[in-house]
């Protein structure tokens, strides 16, 4: 059963009033129910963020189920962040017993009193009391059958005065609680951990955390197992960082080319320039006030406002220069410059917020991703308007008159002047031919509206992580042989590719942790970007 909650519920509060309702429903439930129902607090559309592999050769798999159940998962479990640790392909060790029909009705016995001795003889009561005239002690005996060799020895009836023992009427052998499960990693049978993160937890911090735990628990598994990482997300997401980096560098160091193409003179350059990073300084200020953090949307946000933190700048230093053209001294031109253009720059900043409003205030799923863009962009032109009317004018006054302009200034200006020329050759020709233009203009809002239908939709756009989950399904009534058949000649197709690293799958677990026989999952890891189209 699945729980969601409104968006402004407190999770923690939540949980209380979940257990509270399993506790009055326990009474209930049917007495057959030998696990009572429990909860757990994650969301069930997280993928993991980290799977392990746990194998090793010679082990049995049912001996590695027990290091991952009582050494690996709570190991993991206690790492800041870590949701929980499920295990696909569970091996759990168990005694299964074959009971032959033929040989217990040759020997008299029924199926039901074979049952029943099996269960007396495993039974973990006190088998006595011992009473004193001061104390009294409860006797036990640690006499529970724990491989097959002592249950086929167990003694379950007799006949003609002679035992007969389990293994006289059946076949008993080790083997695992449920058959009906597995998982290999690309061939060989494995045990496949998956670590998911807690909703608020960051996955590199998390993904981090674990590798650190894994030394010393690989010290900790038998001779000849290992535990080895499969799948990584936060390698897609460093990766998706380090691009955002790259390009608000690169939009930093196109805004200062464009300022110094255009004003044509160093020292005016580095007063927008400065203003640029002072800006996205203060804006990280407030993002800390405030509860954002650094993450993909914000680092969005943080490149967009890197075009939009630089106008009000531009604006001041223009208006204090033109004053500075026409004789002023630099101090009063900043002065004055400041004070008349004040009131637009704070018009542009409220323009700019307006703009971003709806988003910031978007409800939903929807509104609760791209809130954190809409506040970013937002606290980005408040911290970029708080500069321009204090630190701009500051360093504006600082400025000399114009002097004699070099030769890359006079190269610039014919430049500008030809694209002037060819901008007006451009416009007399458009307003001569008016009914090309008006025929273009419909054929680009035709063009526009088939665009706005054939371009791919969705909620964010796909992105090239370097993981595939992939489900298979199989008939209702398909068989674990046949199945499992099906499954590893489906992983051996993908494993087959060249630009695949790692497969590993799974059959018997649906995704919400039932038991499906004829469902299974597989996660594959392509090879790095660079060796694959």
């Known amino acids: 059963i699945t729980l969601q909650f409104v968006l402004g519920r407190n999770i923690d509060a939540a949980a209380l009033d979940v257990q509270s309702a399993i506790s009055r429903a326990q009474r209930q439930m049917p007495i057959e129910m030998t696990v009572p129902p429990s909860f757990r607090k994650v969301n069930p559309a997280d993928a993991p963020v980290l799977l392990l592999t746990l194998q090793g050769g010679e082990v049995p798999l049912s001996r590695l189920n027990d290091t ?54 495993n039974t973990n009561t006190p088998v006595g009391l011992l009473s004193g005239p001061r104390q009294q002690l409860t006797l036990r005996a640690n006499d529970q059958l724990s491989n097959a060799e002592a249950f086929a020895n167990l003694v379950v009836g007799g006949r003609n005065g002679a035992p007969i023992r389990l293994s006289d009427i059946a076949t008993v052998e080790d083997g695992v609680a449920n058959a009906r499960i597995a ?55 460093r990766a998706a960082v380090h691009d955002v980096q790259e390009s608000l560098a690169i939009a930093v160091g196109l805004v200062v080319l464009v300022i110094f193409i255009f004003l044509r003179r160093a020292t005016a350059t580095i007063i927008p320039a400065v203003a640029v990073p002072v800006s996205l300084a203060v804006t990280l200020g407030l993002m800390y006030v405030f509860g954002y953090g650094i993450d993909n949307i914000t680092l969005l946000g943080l490149t967009l406002a890197v075009g939009l933190v630089v106008d ?18 630099p101090m009063q031109a ?17 323009s700019l917020i307006a703009v971003f409003l709806p988003i910031l205030l978007m409800g939903g799923v929807v509104g609760r991703v791209f809130n954190a863009f809409a506040a ?16 701009t004018p500051l360093m504006a006054s600082r400025l000399r008159p114009h002097g004699k302009e070099g030769a890359f200034a006079r190269g610039l200006e014919r430049g500008f002047g030809a694209v002037e020329r060819g901008y007006a050759w451009l416009l007399d020709r458009a307003l001569r031919f008016r009914l090309v233009v008006w025929v273009a203009f419909a054929g680009t809002l035709v063009l526009a509206g088939w665009l706005a239908v054939a371009i791919p939709k969705g909620f964010f756009p796909v992105e090239d992580t370097g993981l595939l989950s992939v489900s298979t399904e199989g008939p209702q009534d398909i068989s674990f042989d046949d199945m499992a058949t ?48």
């Open 68 to 121: 991952a159940a009582l050494v690996i998962s709570p190991a993991l479990s206690r790492v800041p962040g870590v949701a929980q640790v499920l295990t696909y392909g569970e091996q759990q060790y168990a005694v299964r017993i074959h009971l032959d029909p033929d040989r217990a009705a040759a020997l008299g016995m029924g199926f039901d009193d074979a049952q029943k001795a099996i269960a007396a003889a």
């Open 183 to 237: 998982a290999w990693n690309g061939r060989d049978r494995a045990l496949i951990l998956a670590v998911q993160r807690q909703p608020d937890a960051n996955t590199v911090e998390v993904v981090d955390g674990v590798r650190r735990a894994l030394p010393a628990l690989q010290a900790a598994l038998p001779p000849g197992a290992t535990l080895g990482v499969m799948l990584d997300r936060s390698v897609s997401i």
């Open 312 to 329: 009000d700048a531009i604006v001041v230093l223009e208006n204090a220069m033109r004053h500075m053209e026409e004789g002023m001294p």
């Open 334 to 350: 900043a002065v004055v410059g400041s004070r008349e253009i004040a009131f637009t720059v704070v018009s542009i900043t409220a």
């Open 376 to 391: 970013t962009v937002s606290l980005a032109v408040l911290a970029s308007c708080l500069v321009s009317l204090t630190l």
């Open 486 to 533: 099906r499954q590893t000649r489906v992983a051996e197709l993908i494993a087959a590719s060249p630009y695949v690293a790692k497969v590993t799958h799974n059959i018997g677990t649906s995704a919400g942790g039932g038991q499906a026989m004829n469902q299974g999952r597989m996660f594959v890891e392509l090879k790095p970007r660079a060796e694959r189209p």
